[in-house]
């Protein structure tokens, strides 16, 4: 899988290796929740995600800070269930809250659409936050992405909990005119 480079940051695969950062940043209280899951309880609880969702994956990154070599977040294209056609996927990301406010998730979302248009030949890649989440919504909104809508009672959190999702896209003409 390819490896992707930014300005400030570095997006290869994630490795075994990556995991004490990986649990560091996923049992932040204020992180997963942002993102759709509970905080990690544990390095075990972890390590079986990671080896689920995102060891071994064709276009989920790592997304590493050079000067320490350090895992502070992850972003990743997957199949988008919404849309029925091949030249489409969603993107997905979680930062560790001691990088936000840096502007180094909008980095990482222009890498990756650049990589999903240019190398994987997308037409359309989506998005989804949730509506308390405005720092999710102000990344996709600075990466050029269009709100597509508001989807009610979109995923069950949790048992008691049911949160409503904000759509967003961007096809590949709109990403290109943006560029120029």
């Known amino acids: 899988m390819a490896v992707l480079r930014t300005k400030r940051l570095l997006l290869r695969p994630m490795v075994k290796g990556d995991l004490d950062d990986f649990y560091e940043y996923c049992s932040q209280p204020e992180v997963g929740p942002k993102a759709g899951w509970l905080p990690h309880q544990s390095k075990k609880e972890s390590y079986k995600i990671m080896k689920k969702i995102f060891l071994n994956q064709e276009s989920v990154w790592g997304i590493i800070f050079p000067e320490k070599n350090k895992l502070i977040g992850t972003i990743g294209l997957v199949p988008d269930i919404s849309r029925n056609f091949p030249n489409s996927r969603m993107i997905g990301y979680s930062l560790s809250k001691t990088y936000w406010g840096n502007g180094y998730m909008t980095e990482s979302v222009l890498a990756v659409l650049y990589y999903g248009f240019s190398v994987m030949g997308l037409d359309l890649i989506s998005a989804n936050c949730y509506p308390d989440n405005p720092a999710s919504k102000r990344v996709l909104e600075k990466s050029g ?19 409503d999702h904000l759509c967003f896209s961007i096809l590949k003409e709109e990403y290109i005119n943006k560029k120029e």
Not at 151 to 158: C, D, F, K, Y
């Open 145 to 163: 992405f269009y709100y597509e809508g508001y989807l009610r009672m979109a995923e069950q959190v949790s048992p008691t909990d049911i949160k």
